[in-house]
Structures are given as structure tokens and as C-alpha cells.
């Protein structure tokens, strides 16, 4: 059992030192800052990173959010969703990429306000 400081982590989870702080903090990635530096332990982050197995969303599945800033004033925010990719009649294939027509208005789906 070793001990990694963050770029050793990111190395070996193969993720940014900016993200692997980012989650961290947020008590995703299991660490410790008992000073000014976060302190990883190997053997948990090959815990983890197994963990990790089959969560992964293929692209079909994901979807990607909007947030617009109104002129609500400050805090104010509508969030938007855009619906998964379907695959478009007559569309080709370029290097190994699905291109179809494109288009020019979008099906959004709205999420709520805060």
C-alpha cells in the first residue's frame, strides 16, 4: 500500500489533476487533505476505479444539458435538456461517424428553474 499525491493519482486513474481534485472535494474519488495537499492510497483508487465498471453511459444514452441566464437577475437560471441523438434517414458514414442532414431547430425538453 502507497501513498499518491494528486498527480501521481491522476496518473494512474488517467484523468486531469483538475478533475481528480474536483471530485475529491466533492467525495467522489476517496482522498484525504490532512494539509495542503490531497493524499491518495493506491489500493483505494483501484477500488474505486473498479467500481466504476459498467457505469459508464454508451453516447446513445447521454444527454446534454443547457443552462440559459436570464435577465431574471442574479441566480436566476432555466435549464434545458436535449433529447439523444436518433439516427437521421440518409445519413452516411465518415470514418466510422454518423453524418445526416442537420438540423436547424432543436426538440429541447425543459427541466425546471431554480
Known amino acids: 500500500m502507497n501513498t499518491l499525491n494528486l498527480k501521481q ?3 494512474l486513474l488517467h484523468m486531469g489533476e483538475s478533475t481528480v481534485r474536483e471530485r475529491a472535494s466533492a467525495g467522489d474519488i476517496p482522498a484525504a487533505k490532512p494539509g495542503k495537499e ?6 483505494d483508487l483501484i477500488e474505486w476505479l473498479r467500481s466504476q465498471y459498467g457505469k459508464c453511459r454508451s453516447s ?4 446534454s444539458t443547457i443552462t440559459i441566464l436570464s435577465s ?4 436566476s437560471e432555466d435549464r434545458w435538456e436535449l433529447p439523444p441523438r436518433k439516427k437521421q434517414p440518409g ?3 465518415i470514418s466510422g461517424q454518423k453524418h445526416g442532414p442537420s438540423q436547424k431547430n ?3 425538453t425543459r427541466l425546471g428553474t431554480r
Open 91 to 93: 445519413s452516411t458514414t
Open 106 to 108: 432543436l426538440n429541447v
Open 9 to 11: 493519482a491522476a496518473e
Open 72 to 75: 431574471k437577475g442574479k441566480g
Open 38 to 43: 490531497w493524499v491518495f492510497v493506491d489500493v
Open 60 to 63: 446513445k444514452e447521454t444527454k
